[in-house]
């Protein structure tokens, strides 16, 4: 059983390129989440998903920032325009319907913005 | 919004010294979770605790649930090379709520 799927494991972007990032959880579970991570600090919750619907953005910048978890295929997390203060590590976790308050984490997404 | 504290943020031991970080919450917590993350690696889980003044352990691995649920603690006895990392507690209300941090480092 794979883990948690995040790619690409490391991503370079000059400002203003979008960034996408993706996500597959873990097979059988349909709770997904992202977190942003700055260096030397605690992870932040973005945003909560299961498919097809977005069932809590608030820790999402309104702006720039989407999320989508389709009913095929992974889920992406979008950022228009890149500023360096995007530059983070983006993880995904999964979870499933029974034990929703386990979540098991991808490798992350390290996003660089030159 | 309702965070988690966590002290200290970085602990220098000699191998084979305890290391004990801590969480505190200003409000009652349903549950606390206790995550290790390594260098360069991801947050990977290791303890959910949930009734008040809950005590488990695993290995050299000591977790603690305050009585009054505001607080937890882990502590590691006789510390190796490979407990290196950070540990984090998080409160889970579907979405984690995540402490700082403490960074676990061993003095050459």
């Known amino acids: 059983n794979a883990g948690v799927m995040q790619n690409p494991r490391h991503l370079v972007r000059r400002r203003g390129q979008e960034a996408r990032l993706r996500c597959s959880p873990m097979?059988?579970?349909?709770?997904v989440y992202w977190y942003r991570q700055l260096p030397e600090e605690g992870l932040k919750f973005m945003v909560y998903l299961q498919k097809e619907n977005i069932i809590d953005e608030s820790g999402m910048p309104k702006e720039r920032f989407s999320a989508e978890f389709p009913k095929e295929g992974p889920s992406i997390l979008r950022i228009q325009q890149v500023v360096r203060g995007d530059s983070a590590a983006y993880f995904c976790?999964?979870?499933?319907?029974?034990?929703?308050?386990?979540?098991?984490f991808g490798p992350g997404t390290r996003l660089t913005v030159l | 919004g309702q965070q988690v504290m966590q002290i200290p943020q970085y602990q220098h031991v000699q191998e084979g010294e305890d290391f004990t970080t801590y969480c505190n919450s200003s409000?009652?917590?349903?549950?606390i979770q206790w995550y290790k993350q390594r260098p360069g690696g991801h947050p990977v889980f290791l303890i959910q605790l949930v009734k008040s003044g809950e005590v488990k352990k695993q290995k050299r691995l000591t977790f603690q649930f305050g009585e009054a649920k505001k607080n937890s603690s882990l502590h590691i006895t006789a510390t190796q090379t490979t407990d290196v990392g950070t540990y984090f507690c998080a409160r889970s209300n579907y979405q984690l709520i995540w402490g700082a941090g403490t960074k676990l480092i061993i003095k050459p």
């Open positions: 409000t009652t917590l349903s549950n």
């Open positions: 097979k059988g579970h349909s709770h």
């Open positions: 976790a999964s979870s499933s319907d029974s034990r929703e308050d386990e979540q098991f």
